[in-house]
């Protein structure tokens, strides 16, 4: 759907991030979603870190798939760069953008649909390959461009708008992220800003690939009694043991520290997040812990949200690799082209 | 049956030919024949003398059988051969039929370690026995050793029959084994044992010979996927993704080869003191499929990198959905096309030329992309070189389709050269200074004479900020979904495929007087048709010859199929995908072209070209 162009009514007042740019400039286009998805609510939220972070929007880039969730990247940060790809293959050309200039800001907008399905082969490698980059999965149980599909991530016995119960395992991105070797998973709900704000700034912060599952409900196919992804549903079973902070490194002397209750998480760029609580004997640095709690509160019927899993010693793709700090499509042709005397030479071994 | 001397036939000797033979050496595959065979090629070509080594092997790791030909040729004659001087049949499960494959009064070198059956031998042939594995019994100790050195005991009564230099072999020995000195003293010895042997007991050298020349003075021995590898080093990619395929897999390993060695920088260390590292000014990433691979490409080539990948036919398949995603938002993209058999999985270890549709039109919709066509590796070289400009210059992806015969095999090419003072042609990408220079910036707006619009790269001004879209789109990169805007879209795209034409390598054209035929190919059956053409001469038909290295085509094509009485179209696969091609876009009537096709699996050999040129004069005189 074409999406109207939002009216940029000057308000007077906005407050200003230290770039001086309002939350105005971190908007994009008018959505075309449904009146009342939760897809919206990610989108601000995504606009409200970006803002506050104080990112210069042309230092993102914004890419996506195919779905509902994939046409969002158009309605947040106007002045940032934006590629929306082919079903499931975000991943893909999100992992060759990083490759070529690390400098970015990569965030991606997928769907269950997207990531669970068509492009599960891709998601599972970009954890392993780690690419810094935060993935935000919007996550309603159900194929909403194609009209109310169970999609992999339906729960069994969830209903359909139809009457239909699913009788198919779903996929947990987390349990999904936790053996293929991510170092960021983290949980959230698209009505609760105040927990998702910060977990995407931790996952900008983040050095890695940073995957934050949003239970996201779809008010049109798959918000009706008996889905186990409607807002009710969410609102009921969500277990919120694991609260965490977000402190920026540039503030981190003003803020208060409880160091004595408190785990600290230091980010690679200095951040910090702050676990304000979690569960007795939970560590969210045990792979094996975290697989457990999330299975046991699984089979209560409860959704575990928060950041879930962190590993901030692992490397990046780039890391492994070795490259250059400054993005390689910088690199001059001087410094690539070895020249006709080491052509010349070179031959010395095809002769 | 034994015998363990040669028995020539009559007449055998009557005339010498110098530098004009093939052989083919039937081996097991997995027993180390490969260093022989190639030993024998690389003296062959150190003597100055035109030489090409086909090999011929399974899809298998070991115990299959493989065959290695290589062919002499003075003029350079090198493309196949069908006609064998001298087999070298060290296969069992392959001897019948390899010893059907000898020419009148040619020759087979066998292990007469044990009898040959009766029922193999021809009257018509000389067989030459050699007791190898006996030899390498009592010569060699390790198991491993017995089996191996028979290689290169053949090769050593090689060098005595065909009089090969023994100074070149023995300084090619020592390179090969510069690093292993018990492994040099085996293979020297192994090749001493054959020597001898063939000069005790044979007359040597035979009547085919070699003899040194200056032929081979300014050319090179290399595999068609080293240079390709080497034209994405000096066009100065630094982005690759791929996932190994057959033939393809040598080209990524190359490039990371070369890599390591051309794009490690060193960084002086961050503390004083502490040892100075390197940094890697190039990314490979091993994709989890073709379709991640080429999903790769793009995404580093939007951010403005140099990318590319290299597959075959199986991964073009699987690649064609973000193909023509590259090709409808305008991105950047190069892919190698090493061409094997198909359909399906084909024949992995064979040749072919069958992706030539496929590549042409690639994904869903109205797609159509830029293929180049290199003959052998000196053109993977150029091409590759030439593929990162024209993908940039038009951005959109542009296909270098070489095949396992140019990819795989060792030819003798002319030296590549390099000029110091190129610039590689990024094309038209806006930076912030010229962003700030103009009103608005609309991604599909402000085309060029060859219908190319500006692009930005991620990172720049907010003001050169669009949304890359696979959905329908206006010239201003808005979604859309009104015929006239989609069409002035795609329209634009049409035009600028066309405008591309003259930014390849043009046709190569041969012209005769008078001839009335004409002969349309490309890739890898030059050599094979430049010899037929030369062969019909002799038999008094004049042929005109055209290599296409480039879609889409330029007028010549169309003229040259339009100027001849007879055109015939040489290619390798079943259906005429070059012809049909050509009729296609060129509008050409598709009856003005005869179909040559060849498509075994094996490389095109020039008798092949001359029997269906004159079989269908004969049929239509």
Redesign the interface.
């Given at each position: 759907?074409?999406?109207p162009t939002k009216p940029l009514i000057p308000l007077a007042g906005l407050p200003t991030n230290e770039l001086g740019l309002t939350v105005r400039d971190y908007e994009g286009a008018m959505s075309t979603l449904c009146a009342g998805c939760g897809h919206d609510s990610v989108t601000a939220a995504i606009t409200q870190t970006f803002f506050e972070l104080s990112t210069p929007?042309?230092?993102i880039?914004k890419l996506s798939g195919i779905g509902c969730s994939s046409k969002t990247?158009?309605y947040f940060v106007?002045?940032?760069?934006?590629?929306?790809?082919?079903h499931g293959?975000m991943?893909?050309?999100?992992?060759?953008?990083?490759?070529?200039?690390r400098?970015?800001t990569y965030v991606g907008i997928s769907g269950d649909g997207d990531s669970l399905s068509i492009g599960i082969?891709?998601l599972?490698?970009l954890m392993r390959?780690n690419v810094n980059m935060v993935y935000v999965l919007e996550n309603n149980g159900v194929y909403g461009l194609t009209k109310g599909q169970f999609s992999a991530s339906a729960d069994i016995g969830s209903r359909s708008k139809r009457g239909v119960s699913n009788v198919i395992a779903p996929i947990d991105p987390i349990m999904l992220g936790l053996s293929m070797g991510a170092t960021f998973l983290a949980r959230s709900f698209s009505g609760d800003k105040a927990q998702l704000i910060p977990l995407l700034k931790a996952a900008v912060a983040h050095q890695g690939m940073a995957l934050i599952d949003v239970i996201s409900p779809c008010v049109t196919f798959n918000d009706h009694e008996g889905s186990t992804k409607s807002y009710r549903f969410t609102r009921e079973h969500e277990v919120k043991e694991i609260e965490t902070d977000f402190v920026p490194w540039q503030q981190e002397i003003s803020m208060p520290h409880h160091k004595d209750d408190a785990r600290e998480i230091v980010m690679h760029d200095g951040s910090v997040v702050r676990f304000r609580s979690v569960p007795e004997g939970y560590d969210p640095h045990d792979r094996q812990n975290v697989e457990e709690y999330i299975r046991e509160r699984h089979e209560r019927g409860e959704i575990a949200t928060g950041l879930l899993y962190v590993n901030e010693s692992s490397s990046d793709?780039?890391e492994m690799?070795?490259?250059?700090e400054v993005?390689?499509?910088?690199?001059p042709?001087s410094?690539?082209?070895?020249?006709?005397a080491?052509?010349?030479k070179?031959?010395e071994d095809?002769? | 049956m034994t015998t363990t001397v040669s028995h020539r036939t009559e007449g055998a000797t009557s005339h010498q030919r110098v530098n004009d033979f093939a052989l083919k050496l039937a081996n097991v595959n997995g027993t180390g024949s490969a260093s022989a065979n190639s030993l024998l090629m690389q003296a062959i070509?150190?003597m100055g003398v035109p030489v090409s080594g086909k090999n011929l092997f399974p899809s298998n790791i070991q115990g299959l059988p493989t065959w290695y030909e290589i062919r002499v040729n003075q003029s350079g004659y090198t493309a196949r051969a069908l006609d064998y001087d001298l087999m070298v049949a060290m296969n069992s499960q392959t001897y019948a039929e390899d010893i059907t494959e000898v020419a009148t009064g040619g020759y087979v070198l066998y292990d007469s370690s044990w009898p040959l059956d009766a029922s193999l031998l021809r009257d018509d042939v000389n067989f030459l026995g050699v007791p190898l594995a006996k030899m390498c019994l009592e010569n060699f100790t390790s198991s491993r050793e017995r089996v191996l050195m028979k290689n290169i005991a053949y090769a050593g009564a090689l060098v005595a029959l065909l009089d090969l230099d023994l100074d070149v072999i023995a300084t090619l020995l020592t390179e090969s084994y510069a690093r292993n000195e018990k492994l040099l003293a085996s293979n020297q010895k192994a090749l001493r044992l054959g020597y001898d042997y063939a000069r005790e007991n044979f007359e040597c050298p035979l009547e085919f010979r070699v003899a040194p020349l200056q032929a081979t003075t300014h050319s090179?021995?290399?595999d068609g996927n080293?240079a390709s590898a080497?034209g994405c080093?000096?066009?100065?990619?630094?982005?690759a993704?791929w996932y190994p395929i057959t033939p393809a897999t040598a080209l990524m390993d190359n490039f990371a080869a070369l890599c390591a060695r051309?794009?490690r920088?060193p960084?002086d260390a961050l503390v004083p003191g502490a040892p100075n590292s390197?940094?890697?000014?190039?990314?490979?990433?091993q994709?989890?499929?073709e379709?991640?691979?080429?999903?790769?490409?793009?995404?580093?080539?939007?951010?403005?990198?140099r990318?590319f990948t290299s597959t075959s036919g199986p991964g073009i398949s699987l690649m064609s959905?973000?193909l023509g995603?590259a090709y409808y938002t305008e991105i950047p993209a190069v892919i190698f096309d090493v061409q094997r058999t198909g359909p399906s999985t084909g024949m992995p270890t064979r040749t072919q030329q069958a992706d030539i549709l496929l590549c042409a039109y690639a994904s869903h919709g109205d797609t159509k992309h830029i293929l180049l066509f290199p003959a052998n590796p000196h053109e993977c070289f150029e091409f590759a070189v030439t593929s990162f400009d024209v993908a940039e210059r038009f951005q959109t992806p542009v296909f270098v389709l070489s095949d396992l015969d140019i990819g795989m095999n060792d030819w003798v090419v002319p030296?590549?050269?390099?000029?110091?003072d190129?610039?590689?042609d990024r094309g038209r990408v806006l930076d912030d200074q010229q962003l700030s220079a103009i009103a608005e910036f609309f991604r599909y707006t402000n085309e060029d004479d060859q219908f190319v619009t500006p692009r930005?790269?991620?990172?720049?001004?907010?003001k050169g900020?669009?949304?890359?879209?696979?959905?329908g789109h206006d010239k201003f990169g808005?979604?859309?979904?009104v015929p006239a805007q989609y069409q002035e879209v795609v329209d634009r795209l049409k035009k600028k495929h066309a405008a591309a034409a003259g930014a390849l390598p043009a046709p190569i054209e041969v012209r005769r007087d008078g001839a009335r035929v004409g002969i349309v190919t490309l890739g890898s059956c030059d050599l094979a048709v430049r010899e037929a053409i030369d062969d019909l001469a002799e038999r008094g038909i004049a042929a005109d010859y055209l290599r296409v290295r480039g879609f889409p085509f330029v007028e010549s094509v169309r003229r040259f199929v339009e100027e001849h009485d007879e055109c015939f179209v040489v290619e390798q696969n079943r259906d005429g995908q070059l012809r049909s091609l050509i009729a296609i876009e060129t509008e050409v009537a598709i009856e003005k072209m005869i179909p040559v096709l060849h498509y075994g699996g094996f490389p095109l050999s020039a008798s092949q070209v001359v029997d269906a040129v004159t079989s269908h004069r004969r049929v239509r005189p």
């Open positions: 759907m074409s999406s929007p042309h230092m880039a990247p158009t106007r002045g940032a760069h934006g590629f929306n790809s082919a293959r991943a893909t050309i999100a992992t060759g953008a990083n490759a070529a200039n400098e970015l082969g891709h599972s490698h390959r793709v780039h690799n070795n490259t250059p993005a390689l499509s910088k690199l042709y410094k690539l082209c070895p020249g006709s080491a052509l010349a070179l031959q095809f002769r | 070509f150190r090179i021995l290399i080293t080497l080093l000096y066009a100065g990619a630094t982005v993704a051309y794009r920088e960084v390197t940094q890697n000014n190039y990314l490979i990433l994709a989890e499929d379709i991640a691979a080429i999903g790769m490409v793009l995404g580093a080539s939007w951010s403005g990198a990318s959905e973000l995603l030296e590549l050269t390099w000029d110091d190129f610039v590689p930005t790269v991620p990172g720049s001004d907010s900020a669009y949304f890359i879209r696979g959905s808005k979604y859309t979904e």
